[in-house]
């Protein structure tokens, strides 16, 4: 009797864990000023300023006007690599073609500081990229990880 | 092709990397021969989930399902023995085995084709394909059928079954070992000193094959297919298909040289799985000589299902084209490698019914040419990224290309001759029975020159990561 | 008799045999012990001098890094970072390729006369299309202001003979030439320098360990530059003092190869009869520092001994001069610079150098603000081929 439930527990056991595999990444539809709101507050990003649609441009190679909103904040200071960049997509295809632009964006800084700026290529080295659903989060900082439990939280699922 | 590890990922531990030899190993070695003999299944059963988890943890629930699963059909397919009952168990538990193989390896061809057909836009989820899996379904399919058959008794032992599917020398690259093979060594067996000593040289041996000769003759290899075809001269392109030739070689045979040897120094027996496939002297000896254990796989549980050499010629034929297509097909979900199968498939039939009969003895080094040009042959297309490419990399072999022998060739030609020489000398018997008699002349030489080979594999793993990071631009 | 030696020569096999699997064992197990055990004992190291970066260290354990594979991968880094001889290792891998005829590490040529060369850095064409028309378009915007464009050869074309026989790099010189056919019609001069280099090839322009031309080099083609901009490069002479015997550069580090090879690393003096004598004062910008000299002998201490020049590569570095003349002239550069504006420096009121590689700063801005009058790229081939960040730099206003 048991042999005979465990014959179908244990697939039905596997379907779930495939539906979840494929499900875990599901977002919730967030307000992003308001995101923007709670990083700018916090006080990792003091010395941190808005990167404008250009810099996202120069830098990133993304467009603004594909984006459904973003939060761009970068170091004010010059031979500082410290940046945050959180995209809201229109889907999440496009969300996860642009976690090539992100990794274009750290080969170039690896490249420029190797051998040379070895604190910014610590930050460089650690720097998290995460795409969760139409979301894309990038940062390159010594509080990334405060960054990113933020941006976990503020997007997870109630 | 970095390695063989089929989805293998950089943060996933393999043998050749320090963090397995330097600290997974020693660790899990000293707590498994220091606890009792009734837990050590345990240890390695924990070990290897660990081992597993490395870098991907989530799959490690999928593998505990399936051993679960698998383990609960066993029993079953037992008990009622001899009656339908036991004939749905197994197609149902087949069928999960497989749907699971499929859903991760095909999974994004299938999604494609679904959009083609459907006019969908479902947008495809990238999942990282979990390691090892075509090896462990095979393993368990493996046993639920040889239960079913009656070869061999169920495990009641569910430590001891986790043990045989989940085992982590055999886990991520096999061999495909069966169960009725290690039965009777999951609930007894002991660790001789003669018996880890010969663990400690195969894993040593395969350890120096991978990482001496392996990675370094694939830097020749990946020189070759940084060249454009059309400045590609055609010695050049021999030189590159002859480098992938041994880098695969000694990639796969050296991983699962480590991987007997560690089984060896936990007091597992497992059978070879090359046998100096590059001497052989027909494509037929060559598959008898290469991952022996999935040929076998694919004789006992697909070719003799569907009749075997027992039927008429023409479905005799058909029985060695779908074996050879689903070969293909295991190694990945590609066309190439398909028609790498396909091709093997063809030269088996062209060999059983054409070169056989065929009353001539030629010299055996001309039988050894023929089948070296043949598997080369192969292996072009076993590398390429598609079909088309490897047409073209053909035709540059065989004179497409304009130029016979350039400087490219020249160069490459200069500086790998010396691990040229090594790899086909170690491709060979020879080598290997000169050391079987320094051994049992000079024991201290012959345990020297194992020493300063591993120092050397040693050196070649740390500079391994120090290129990874080591990159300076200006 | 003959059967019973047969068996006592089988047996001493087999007993020699185990012998050798004992001896083996024993070795592989202490070899794993004592690494395991020196991993865990050694103090972790913070910075690697040879690759000049911090090494990783023991990252914490969290569930969730666990479960999404960044500490497994940080673990593993962490290990290989703080492997027990580590840079021994690296050299022994080196030293076992070279003797297997290897003569190429890391696309680093292994040439005659000891001399490491870096292979060449072929441009693709998108990005070199970007860069001409970033270039186009700044020059322009300024037409008033005269522009020049130093593209410096690297070792592989100028010491192209010293290279291992058939050694399977592109040739720099038709990158370079397409470079300077790309450049004619902008508006921009090149300055070519390959021609008074190629003519003093054997005098030292190069540093063998180190992709960077020498003081000499820099010196040589300071000569053609000058030439190009109407400076009188008679009116300066110097001498050449050398400051360290014991440069061991990037190339070397790189590649691991020629380990024992050391450079020589000069500075030039101005002789005395100079009239008249200038006066600088150095201002690094982000670091808010100023020095009255071009050279920072800290740097010599350091792995980092090219850094001398300029004290290494600064976003924003402002000269202002004592010189009679008005001109403010804006450098536009990678490294290859560092050891060349010395010979500059008389010439002009003012040198603003900007290393658009760590400059985020707009440059229209800094053109109208500074009141620069000339401007000046100066970059090595393999680095401008390689680079992204002046198209950036110059595209972003």
Known sequence: MIMKILKIVFPALLAVFLFLLLTADSVKDINIEQLKEEYTSDESTASMTKGSDLMLKRFFGIDAQDLNGYIYERSSSLMNVNELLILKTADETSAGSYERNCEKRLSVLRADFTGYGSDQLTVIDNAVIEVKGNYLFYAASPSAERWEELFREAVKKP | MGGIIPGGREEAMIFSSLIFVFLFLPVVLIVYHLVPARVKNLIILLASLIFYAWGEPVYVILILIMTAFCYVMGLDIEKHKGTPSAGYSLIEAVVVNLLILGFFKYYGFLIDTINGIFRLSIPIKTLAQPLGLSFYTFRAIAYLVDVFRGKTKAEHNIINFGTFLAMFPQLLCGPIDRYEDLSSQLTDRTVTRAGFGYGVELFLIGLAKKVLLADSIGKLYSAFVSMANESLSAVMAWLGILAFTFQIYYDFSGYSDMAIGLAGMFGFKIKKNFDYPYISKSITEFWRRWHISLGSWFRDYVYIPLGGNRVSAGRHILNILIVWALTGLWHGAAWTYIFWGLFYGLMLIFEKYVLMRIPLHPPAAVKMIYTMFFVMIGWVFFQSSSLPAAFSTLSVMFGGSHLFFGTDAAYYLRTYLLPLIICVLAATPWPYRLFRKLESRKPPAAAAAVGVLTIISTAFMVYDTYQTFFYVKF | ?397
């Open chain 3, 1 to 397: 008799m003959k059967i019973k030696t047969d068996k006592n020569s089988i047996s001493t096999r087999k007993k020699n045999r185990r012998r050798f699997h004992q001896i083996l064992s024993a070795f592989f197990l202490t070899l794993l012990v004592l690494f395991a055990l020196l991993f865990v004992i050694l103090p972790d190291k913070k910075f690697s001098d040879i690759e000049n970066r911090n090494l990783a260290t023991l990252p914490s354990l969290k569930l969730r890094t666990i479960a999404d594979g960044r500490f497994e991968s940080d673990f593993t880094n962490y290990v290989s970072d703080q492997f027990p001889f580590r840079t021994f290792f690296v050299q022994m891998k080196t030293l076992t390729d070279r003797l297997m005829g290897k003569d190429c590490e890391n696309g680093v040529y292994a040439g005659s006369d000891g001399y490491l060369i870096e292979e060449t850095t072929v441009p693709s064409a998108e990005s070199q299309d970007h860069l001409i028309s970033a270039i186009r378009t700044f020059h322009d915007t300024h037409t008033d202001i005269p522009q020049y464009f130093l593209l410096a050869p690297n070792a592989v074309s100028i010491l192209k003979d010293k290279l291992p026989k058939d050694a399977p790099v592109k040739d720099q010189n038709t990158c370079m030439d397409e470079f300077f056919s790309k450049l004619q019609d902008t508006g921009i001069t090149a300055v070519d320098v390959r021609g008074t280099l190629s003519e003093e090839k054997d005098s030292g322009i190069f540093y063998k360990t180190d992709h960077h031309w020498t003081t000499r080099g820099a010196f040589l083609s300071f000569e053609t530059l000058a030439s190009a901009m109407g400076l009188d490069a008679t009116s300066y002479e110097y001498s050449f003092l050398p400051v360290s015997t014991n440069f061991s550069g990037t190339l070397s580090a790189k590649s691991g190869l020629n380990a024992s090879e050391k450079d020589t690393i000069e500075i030039a003096i101005p002789k005395k009869n100079n009239t008249p004598a200038t006066d600088y004062i150095v201002e690094y910008i982000e670091e808010k520092e100023k020095t009255t000299v071009f050279y920072n002998t800290d740097k010599l201490k350091t792995r980092d001994q090219y850094g001398i020049f300029l004290n290494g590569n600064h976003a924003e570095i402002r000269i202002r001069t004592t010189s009679s003349n008005s001109e403010k002239l804006l450098i536009l550069k990678d490294s290859y610079a560092n050891s060349l504006i010395p010979y500059l420096a008389p010439y002009y009121r003012e040198i603003f150098i900007v290393d658009p590689r760590y400059c985020y700063e707009d440059v229209e801005t800094l053109m109208k603000t500074e009141g620069i009058n000339e401007v000046l790229y100066l970059y090595n081939a393999n680095t401008l081929f390689a680079d992204s960040d002046l198209v950036s730099y110059l595209g972003s206003s």
